[in-house]
């Protein structure tokens, strides 16, 4: 008996190492859908793009600052500090990076470089578009407009930026301040050429200028997931109304966050990477086209995972961790497999063979009679 039990799970195991990870196809290329979509199950693991910062000068870490990034108080003029950072980002398995901008000759200048560097560098590129000022007022409508249509002749053609669809990604920070028509009036000149994402704050939002947009990108960094019962249950809500229309969803993730430096209140402790890991699994179940970490190097709020003074390397080797091992399940008590995401599997996670399935059961089987066989003969 012990002889066949051992061939039978000879034949488990051999039948699970030769399954081998779902068949993987390109998120990135022209072809790519929403994973919502019928071609979910053979695409290729989900795109992670890191949220960017270019508006750093030597003088901006002198200013709300309590960690210092590795490289020292950069420019975001420096192209040698780009190409250390995206070497550094493609070694954790971060495939590129959102990069916040609107229309200036800084912004514009910094961010031909960043292009010509990720061009150089096979590295990708997504544009978050900055529509609120600094006292988060939005932007004139009219100038949000010129701004999308500038990006669009100006940028937009270089192939370091993501295309999913064909289109190249972009994200419309801010887009809850302003109204639905005037949300159209700036897509509607660029749709043809562009994805444009909202970053709405809930479900209603996000259909509230749905017929507008292209999917939502939604941007939450001050989420504890230790103490929000509700949080994977709120990004699994979001992601089905997306995909139910066929669009395009990215689900948040970060290290932690603390704005205490610029004036905000609320904190969520690293807990020494357990935090980031918590909120990837979240954001992986939520079955999204995109991964959006939260962020590269958003310093002020204290959710970089750039390499720094304070944790050194340590993050990037929590992400390289993450994205070279299969995505865990869903906890046991979080309900069916409708709560926990779209009902989808995963292209990052393994798929079981027949065969398998088989000798599991033929195991089960043999084991289970004979514990009955025991248990008859000590009663």
Partial sequence: MRRLMLVLACLLLCSLSVAGPV???SATGPAAEPRGGSRHAAESPVPLLAYYYQWFDPGSWQRAKTDLPH???????????????IVWAKSAGIDGFIVSWKDSPVNDRRLEKLI?????????????????????RPLPTDRVAEDFRTFRDR???????????????????????????????????????????????????????????DGLAYY????????????????GDLSRAVHGDGKYWVAPFAPGFDARPVGGTSTVPREDGRTLRAEYSAAVRSSPDVLGLISWNEFSENTHVEPSRNYG??????????????APDAPADSGDEEAAGSGDVPAWQWQVPAAAVSAAVVVGAVVRRRHSVRRGSER
């Fill in 155 to 213: 940028f937009a053609q270089s192939p370091a930026f993501l295309r999913l669809g064909g289109k190249p990604l972009t994200v419309w920070s801010g887009t809850w301040k302003f109204s639905e028509a005037d949300v159209a009036r700036v897509t509607s000149a660029v749709r043809d050429d562009l994805l444009v994402l909202s970053t709405e704050k809930s479900v209603s939002g996000y259909r509230r200028i749905a017929d507008v947009t």
């Fill in 71 to 85: 490289l020292g108080p950069y420019s975001s003029d420096d192209t040698t500090v780009m190409r250390q950072q």
């Fill in 313 to 326: 390397f340590r993050y990037l080797d929590e992400l390289r961790d993450l994205r070279t091992t299969p």
């Fill in 116 to 136: 010509k560097v990720a061009e150089a560098e096979n590295f990708r590129l997504a544009m978050i578009y900055q529509g609120l000022d600094f006292s988060r």
């Fill in 23 to 25: 068949a993987a196809g």
């Fill in 220 to 235: 939450w960094s001050s989420v504890n997931p230790g103490t929000n019962r509700g949080y994977e249950d709120k990004l």
